[in-house]
């Protein structure tokens, strides 16, 4: 379950009658577009259905039987989301967005590239500073995923930014190969692998281009710096980093 602070009311008048149910904003909207593949009990607040959830009131069970036909509140929940209005309040709103448009940079920044820079990642502070000076605004009851593209519409008139995947090959010396590829071949979509005579190990990887430093970074932390890395234009197109 979450905490009170995190959830947000869900409300269903129906014949004369009010439910609410405290649940996740987010899952909240993923349960009302039928996206919602999880564990209810972990998205909400109270296993319980209301007539008002700022009291603790509670409906007669047979109002509950009368537009539900059932007691269960597992599965009333659904149903006051589904057919309700989710409630929020000005302060969860104003939250709500913050943390979406954090999400919204750090989506941007993992997966954009500036292409007059040779396609070298944007760090976030330039995409946050990119941002204000659009008229885009995060809107807090939409999934980040859906508001990307427009994100993205309104960022191209104010930097050069594009995404983009690249494509890395990487040799671990035969010191490091043992423990290093395990980590490094789970940062990104491994194409091919290759042990070498020498003990070494050479893998190619796919990754939000975006990411490119911190895959550096995680190299280079597990190698001591003595790995190889070269983007992969094409086959016959290498150039060392």
């Given at each position: 379950?979450?905490?009170?602070?995190?959830?947000?009311?869900?409300?269903?008048?129906?014949?004369?009658?009010?439910?609410?149910?405290?649940?996740?904003?987010?899952?909240?909207?993923?349960?009302?577009?039928?996206?919602?593949?999880?564990?209810?009990?972990d998205v909400?607040?109270?296993?319980?259905?209301?007539?008002?959830?700022?009291?603790?009131?509670?409906?007669?069970?047979?109002?509950?039987?009368?537009?539900?036909?059932?007691?269960?509140?597992?599965?009333?929940?659904?149903?006051?989301?589904?057919?309700?209005?989710?409630?929020?309040?000005?302060?969860?709103?104003?939250?709500?967005?913050?943390?979406?448009?954090?999400?919204?940079?750090?989506?941007?920044?993992?997966?954009?590239?500036?292409?007059?820079?040779?396609?070298?990642?944007?760090?976030?502070?330039?995409?946050?500073?990119?941002?204000?000076?659009?008229?885009?605004?995060?809107?807090?009851?939409?999934?980040?995923?859906?508001?990307?593209?427009?994100?993205?519409?309104?960022?191209?008139?104010?930097?050069?930014?594009?995404?983009?995947?690249?494509?890395?090959?990487?040799?671990?010396?035969?010191?490091?190969?043992?423990?290093?590829?395990?980590?490094?071949?789970?940062?990104?979509?491994?194409?091919?692998?290759?042990?070498?005579?020498?003990?070494?190990?050479?893998?190619?990887?796919?990754?939000p281009a975006?990411?490119?430093?911190?895959?550096?970074?995680?190299?280079?932390?597990?190698?001591?710096?003595?790995?190889?890395?070269?983007?992969?234009?094409?086959?016959?197109?290498?150039?060392?980093?």
């Amino acid at each position: 379950m979450i905490s009170l602070d995190e959830a947000v009311a869900a409300r269903l008048e129906s014949h004369g009658q009010r439910f609410e149910v405290l649940v996740d904003p987010d899952a909240a909207l993923a349960i009302k577009r039928d996206e919602f593949d999880g564990d209810l009990e972990d998205v909400i607040a109270a296993e319980d259905v209301f007539e008002d959830a700022s009291s603790g009131d509670r409906p007669p069970e047979s109002s509950l039987e009368e537009v539900f036909e059932t007691t269960d509140p597992l599965e009333i929940i659904p149903e006051v989301i589904k057919q309700g209005e989710i409630q929020i309040t000005a302060e969860q709103r104003r939250e709500m967005q913050e943390q979406k448009h954090k999400q919204l940079v750090q989506t941007i920044t993992r997966n954009a590239v500036n292409p007059q820079m040779d396609d070298a990642p944007h760090p976030p502070e330039r995409i946050e500073s990119a941002l204000e000076e659009t008229d885009f605004r995060i809107d807090p009851m939409e999934p980040v995923e859906n508001q990307v593209d427009d994100a993205l519409e309104a960022l191209r008139p104010v930097i050069p930014i594009r995404f983009d995947e690249v494509t890395v090959a990487v040799q671990v010396p035969a010191d490091y190969a043992g423990s290093a590829q395990s980590r490094i071949r789970q940062f990104g979509d491994l194409d091919r692998e290759e042990w070498q005579n020498d003990g070494s190990w050479v893998g190619v990887l796919t990754f939000p281009a975006g990411m490119q430093n911190e895959f550096y970074d995680l190299v280079n932390e597990h190698t001591s710096g003595e790995a190889e890395t070269q983007i992969v234009k094409d086959e016959d197109d290498l150039r060392t980093r």
